[in-house]
């Protein structure tokens, strides 16, 4: 719940920037959405993250790393999704627990975005 509140929050806020300023975001993909939101991934089940940018994305310039517990960095996979701002993610499958993507992407006009998102990978639920 309040992962949902913080980002309708910042979705709320970069919108409102757009307006107030609207050169002033154009320059660097921002995320403007990502299947990770609210939900937990299934415990040693490779899958699939989209995440969404504002901008178009120059793949071979933008990296994107997995972040495991000890701060431990692996880089991924990406490829494009179905409109130029949109990535998707390869996440190999993972043991139970605190991750995060940490992504360094370059906008199509070559502005760098740093940032991370945390998720959680829930444990194998028996029947």
């Not at 040693?44 to 431990?72: C, P, W, Y």
């Not at 490829?79 to 906008?107: C, E, M, T, W």
Request: charge should be positive; hydrophobic fraction near 45%.
């Amino acid at each position: 719940m309040l992962t949902k509140l913080v980002y309708r929050a910042s979705t709320t806020l970069i919108f409102v920037v757009c307006l107030l300023e609207p050169n002033a975001v154009l320059a660097h993909a921002v995320v403007t959405g990502s299947s990770l939101l609210g939900q937990s991934l299934e415990a040693q089940k490779a899958t699939h993250v989209i995440l969404n940018f504002n901008s178009a994305v120059e793949l071979s310039l933008s990296k994107i790393f997995l972040v495991r517990k000890g701060d431990k960095h692996e880089m991924i996979s990406i490829k494009h999704g179905s409109n130029p701002g949109q990535i998707i993610v390869a996440i190999p499958a993972l043991n139970p627990g605190d991750y995060a993507i940490r992504y360094k992407i370059f906008a199509a006009d070559g502005h760098l975005t740093e940032s991370v998102i945390r998720f959680n990978v829930a444990g194998i639920s028996n029947p």
